[in-house]
């Protein structure tokens, strides 16, 4: 290794943890030892410091003790003369530097000064990341939509650069961090000037100022070692060799260093994520500690980002469509607001429905986009509103029916995807607006048949053949044509709702998350969804059909061994084998015994209230005190990492209407607590199936926050309102 670079890792460790000393020493006079500190919604406390070493800093003493432990990893200096490797000292000092750089973030936080706050703009930075971030993006981690995330540390050369830098990474769907300044620059600052929409929906997330904000990213990524992977606190090798096999993170480091750049860079390192930096550093090839080169250097600003997306070994498959406009799934979350809107479709203000629906092959063009409507171009340059109808002809020797529903879900993402055109709703309740930068840039409504077809052949390649998309303008053509679609959409639910588990042989399993969490399997059954909730059984078949080798296996039930619990030959047989033998046997229908395992990414926890003789159900996201006694954060930590945990378990939030929610242990009536916000997002189909178990007050019954928060005031509540659980036989 260099020599350099370790002299500037060893002594900018050094730096760092005595000036973590001196902010804590003050700390501790001003407050006291006792002072309890946590940082907002994470149940790892400091979390490299927790993973690494396994001690739980719950206070300012604590501080101190974990301290003591960077203290033990620190070197003296290279010295002048002697040549030696370096990399182990290099490495310790870049551990101590996470340490103590989590430490002065906590005690910036002790002190009100995180996040930070822009004084000349009054941005106000990310700060800490929470655990409820980690979940939610779940799923688009291990399904590809996010194949790695990039700290982009610094500024670059000119604010032009900076933005193609990042919108290069948005268009490989990298989520990207920023941090760090060079002479009071940073990228924050060059995206702030040139108004690019920072933030996670567009995935660009400033965290602070400084280089030691970088440690939010590190603390992060390495809680999906924790959360997802089940690995122990305290087993520093497992979590380094989990970040380094399946966190593809890396840093792009813009101008110049310094000891804390490099030192913190060494940490990084550690953890297998290599930098790329575009000045002229001294490279570190040997590999060994990431999977490529450790430190490497690229002065093309047009190459870099490629570089570094070689040096980590990512895989990033993009499909784009030949639009106008930028396109990848970074750009969903951007919003539209009226006065950026050039025109509006859908939304209340003009008819407009999307639909998908089967043909035969002789009977459609593949790759056919037709825009039907009376001078629709002129309508269309006047811009305001317009009503629309985009109807997708679908043939194909493995179509069925039932994917029409599936393919049509795609239709949001396919649009959203677009830069400056935005989507919401679905069916004849959707609405879409597109930007006037859109429009300046030549985006048309022709393209919104191209958006669909080519993202439909992309995303259902073994089931669609050809795609045909006529987009209708006038309003007597949607109003006709919507009635069509109606009756479609209303056989469609008629045929979904007679789906039930004892109507199909086959269920189907999810091992998307095995690549975070590697002994779980989701057993996906049509009145159970996966518990991340973004696949139904429906999905899953679709799945199977593109992707016979893929994440989604079909799983013949075999013979019925317990019809109350739902424990079927077939899936037992099928889980010894999926799960690597960590998982023999399931119960489908009950939360006390042999439950589905949990990755992490569960949309919400069902968890037994003893006291109540039921169970309560917190959604992520959700940061308030569950009358458990612990946050859904900490129950998360609980239940996560692919381990079957008897009355504890992870659901999609869907499966709380389902017939077959905890139909074992007596179903719906069991629900004691649930969130307001569950509540009532679920108020309409959660009193249908009230009424179907003769309870149709149920929901008033059922406890939230704003009632208890704590089991004495429950079972207060529960009482005087009569709640059915208390009369149940005991669910233990
Ligand atoms: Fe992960 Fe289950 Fe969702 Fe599949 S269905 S992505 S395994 S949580
Ligand atoms: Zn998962």
Request: some cysteine; hydrophobic content about 40%; overall charge negative.
């Amino acid at each position: 290794m260099s020599k350099v670079i370790a002299t500037a890792a060893i002594s900018g460790a050094r730096a760092l943890v005595i000036q973590a000393e001196e902010m804590l020493e003050k700390t501790i006079a001003e407050k006291g030892g006792s002072t309890p500190f946590e940082f907002p919604d994470t149940a790892y406390y400091l979390p490299m410091i927790y993973a690494m070493t396994g001690f739980a800093v719950k206070t300012l003493s604590d501080m101190k003790a974990a301290l003591g432990l960077a203290k033990e990893l620190l070197h003296p200096d290279p010295e002048a003369e002697v040549w030696k490797p370096y990399l182990g000292e290099a490495l310790d000092s870049g551990m101590a530097t996470l340490f103590a750089e989590e430490i002065i973030m906590a005690l910036r936080y002790v002190h009100g000064l995180e996040p930070v706050t822009d004084p000349e703009t009054g941005y106000v930075y990310n700060g800490f990341i929470t655990d409820t971030v980690q979940r939610n993006l779940g799923i688009q981690l291990v399904d590809g939509t996010m194949p790695g995330f990039a700290a982009v540390i610094g500024a670059a050369p000119d604010d032009d650069t900076a933005v193609k830098i990042v919108r290069e990474l948005q268009e490989k769907n990298i989520l990207t961090f920023l941090s760090g300044q060079v002479h009071g620059n940073s990228v924050t600052k060059q995206l702030l000037r040139k108004g690019v929409e920072l933030g996670w929906e567009t995935r660009i997330v400033p965290v602070g100022p400084d280089t030691e904000h970088t440690i939010y990213p590190l603390n992060w990524s390495v809680r999906a070692s924790l959360i997802f992977g089940g690995k122990k606190p305290g087993n520093y090798r497992e979590h380094l060799r989990y970040t380094k096999d399946r966190v593809f993170a890396f840093a792009l480091v813009l101008g110049e260093l310094d000891d804390t750049k490099w030192t913190t860079g060494a940490g990084a390192i550690n953890m297998g994520y290599p930098a790329i930096c575009d000045t002229d550093v001294p490279v570190i090839h040997p590999t060994g500690v990431c999977i490529y080169e450790e430190v490497d250097k690229e002065f093309d600003h047009d190459r870099i980002v490629q570089k570094a997306i070689e040096v980590r070994g990512l895989k990033i498959i993009t499909e784009k469509p030949p639009i106008p406009v930028a396109y990848g799934p970074a750009f969903e979350g951007e919003r539209i607001r009226k006065e950026d809107m050039f025109m509006e479709f859908g939304g209340a203000r003009t008819p407009s429905f999307e639909w998908v629906r089967t043909r035969e092959m002789e009977e459609i063009e593949d790759g056919k986009i037709s825009v039907v409507g009376n001078n629709w171009q002129e309508k269309y340059e006047q811009g305001g509103k317009m009503p629309l109808a985009i109807v997708i002809d679908i043939a194909g020797r493995k179509m069925q029916k039932d994917f029409e529903g599936v393919i049509e879900r795609k239709v949001h993402h396919n649009i959203n995807e677009a830069q400056g055109v935005w989507h919401m709703g679905q069916r004849d309740i959707n609405w879409l607006r597109i930007s006037h930068n859109a429009k300046k840039e030549g985006f048309t409504l022709e393209h919104l048949g191209v958006i669909n077809a080519t993202m439909t052949h992309a995303r259902f390649k073994s089931i669609v053949d050809k795609v045909q998309v006529t987009i209708y303008t006038d309003e007597e053509d949607v109003l006709r044509i919507q009635e069509e679609a109606r009756k479609s959409y209303k056989e469609r639910d008629q045929r979904l709702g007679g789906l039930v588990d004892e109507s199909v042989d086959l269920f189907y399993s999810c091992l998307l998350c095995q690549s975070f969490a590697p002994s779980h399997v989701c057993v996906i059954s049509p009145e159970r969804l996966g518990l991340c909730g973004a696949y139904n059984w429906l999905d899953c078949k679709a799945a199977f059909e593109i992707d016979p080798t893929g994440g989604n296996q079909p799983i013949a039930k075999g013979d019925l061994i317990d019809a109350r619990f739902g424990r079927y030959t077939g899936i037992d047989d099928y889980l010894v084998k999926a799960s690597g033998g960590k998982v023999e046997t399931l119960n489908l229908y009950t939360i006390m015994e042999n439950p589905m395992t949990s990755c992490g990414c569960f949309e919400s926890i069902v968890a037994i209230v003893p006291e109540a003789n039921g169970v309560m159900v917190v959604q992520r996201g959700h940061t308030g005190m569950t009358p458990v006694g612990m946050k859904f954060s900490t129950l998360a930590g609980t239940v996560g990492g692919g381990t079957q945990n008897p009355g504890f378990m992870g659901i999609g939030r869907n499966f709380i209407i389902s017939k077959k929610f905890l139909a074992g242990d007596g179903g719906i009536k069991r629900i004691v607590w649930m969130t307001k916000n569950l509540k009532e997002s679920l108020k309409e189909a959660f009193d249908k199936r009230a009424a179907e178990e003769g309870a149709p007050d149920l929901l008033d019954k059922i406890a939230d926050e704003t009632i208890a928060e704590d089991s004495e005031k429950l079972l207060e509540f529960l009482t005087s309102a009569g709640h059915p659980a208390l009369e149940m036989e005991p669910m233990f």
